[in-house]
């Protein structure tokens, strides 16, 4: 089978202990405050914390893995004698996951012997989290660094990603949503729905009439277009708004009576540009 690592990035949104559990190693995006030279990973920094001061007013500016991140991070693995399969970021939310293939095609020629395959998995936060997990699955069964990877390939389109926001004005400053929109929103209390599209961007689909309608719209993305929605997989992710992913939770269990696998914090470099309130949900389905 050969010996391989399977690498990834930050913005799977797992925490250190699952990443380590599973034995996948990591490069950490990061974040600087406005205002302040202090550079922080994305794992480093405590979730809550963070949005603490993004409901303060502080604004966050957020920032890829790079190239030379990844040949160094690289190359241990590759003079240890093992092969490298990275699972990155969606290049439609970010340069990280190229970061990775250019790091990896200039090790190639000083370690031929060696296979370096990167996959973007058109995935972010726990949806990402999810897939890695499952290609970690695949590895424990016996799967070669090929099969891993196609797996991770075969599979990619049919993670779904789900998400809605409490504050329209953290979309706004990303430019996902207009001024003017953003201000109706908040006058009239309307939440959008989003979801990561195939090419790997995230897009409003549908707007929601209050924080409840729109965990419903959720439940019903669900519904329609989960493989098995009586077995799962399902994850949620929040921006601290544990009591709205327990409610989500709970409906999706009185609905079809499954439990959700992972609850965890939405990262701090995803959580800049969804802000506070962000909820999120993770499955297989049909089709994203």
């Known amino acids: 089978m050969g010996n391989y690592i399977i690498y990834t990035d930050s913005a799977c949104d ?10 996948v190693k990591h490069c950490s ?29 502080d604004t966050a500016k957020t920032a890829a893995a790079n190239t030379e991140m990844f040949k ?17 970021f969606s290049t439609g939310l970010s340069t990280t996951c190229n970061s990775a293939v250019i790091a990896g095609q200039q090790l190639s020629s000083k370690y031929p012997e060696r296979k370096i395959i990167c996959v973007d998995t058109l995935c972010a936060s726990a949806g990402f989290g999810m897939l890695l997990k499952l290609t970690c699955d695949k590895k424990k069964e016996g799967a ?13 389109l049919n993670l779904c990603h789900w998400f809605t926001v409490d504050d329209l004005v953290y979309l706004k400053r990303g430019g996902r949503v207009s ?15 989003m979801h990561v599209d195939n090419e790997g961007h995230l897009i409003p689909v549908s707007k929601a009439r209050g924080r409840k309608a729109s965990l419903r719209a959720m439940l019903d993305k669900y519904t329609e277009t989960a493989i098995n929605p009586k077995s799962g997989p399902v994850y949620i992710c929040h921006g601290d708004c544990e009591e709205d992913a327990m409610l989500l939770a709970q409906m999706i269990k009185d609905t079809h009576g499954v439990d959700v696998d ?5 990262g701090p470099v995803i959580g800049a540009h969804s802000g506070p309130g962000t909820l999120a949900l993770f499955f297989l389905g049909k089709e994203r």
Request: glycine share 8%; proline share 3%.
């Open 179 to 193: 001024p003017a929109v953003a201000f109706v929103g908040g006058v009239l209390g309307i939440k959008p729905v």
């Open 14 to 23: 797992l925490e250190l202990t699952t990443l380590k559990e599973l034995r």
């Open 144 to 156: 070669t660094i090929e099969e891993a990877a196609k797996f991770a390939e075969d599979t990619k």
């Open 72 to 88: 160094r991070a690289f190359e241990k693995e590759l003079t240890n004698g093992n092969d490298i399969l990275y699972l990155g």
């Open 29 to 57: 995006l990061s974040l600087t405050f406005e205002g302040e030279s202090r550079v922080y990973r994305n794992d480093e920094v405590d979730p809550k914390w963070f949005y603490n001061r993004m409901r303060e007013g």
């Open 262 to 266: 992972m609850t965890v914090y939405t």
